[in-house]
């Protein structure tokens, strides 16, 4: 059974950092899982904020682009997500994600594994 266990975030001051982290079990990230983090504020449809490829590319979006830094631990076989220089835009619930093959790595409806979510929150 897959579980993708969530820890870290909480509230920030606006500049502040933040650092989430996804233990992973079930599934081994060197069988070359492709892994992401998204979020999804309030009233807001989920959108991908970071993934790794099984080459180890990591891409972003736009609006996290130069302050986040997606990273993974194979030993470990844990994901991270180093938030810096965090705005109110940035509050949302944080999910981590994991499968293999696909083609768009920042699409939620790529993904089968999910983990259960942790709150960020950056206050003005």
């Known amino acids: 059974q897959v579980r993708l266990v969530q820890s870290g975030g909480g509230s920030v001051d606006s500049g502040g950092s933040l650092r989430l982290s996804c233990v992973a079990s079930?599934?081994?990230?060197?069988?070359?899982?492709?892994l992401a983090w998204f979020r999804q504020a309030l009233g807001k449809e989920r959108e991908g904020v970071a993934a790794i490829d099984t080459d180890g590319t990591a891409i972003y979006s736009e609006s996290v682009k130069g302050r986040f830094t997606i990273s993974q631990d194979k030993d470990k076989n844990t994901l991270y997500l180093q938030m810096n220089n965090l705005t109110p835009e940035d509050t949302a619930m944080y999910y981590c994600?994991?499968?293999?093959?696909?083609?768009?790595?920042?699409?939620?409806?790529?993904?089968?594994?999910w983990g259960q979510g942790t709150q960020v929150t950056v206050l003005s």
């Open positions: 079930g599934l081994t990230f060197r069988d070359g899982y492709q």
């Open positions: 994600a994991a499968d293999f093959g696909l083609a768009r790595l920042l699409w939620p409806d790529e993904y089968n594994y």
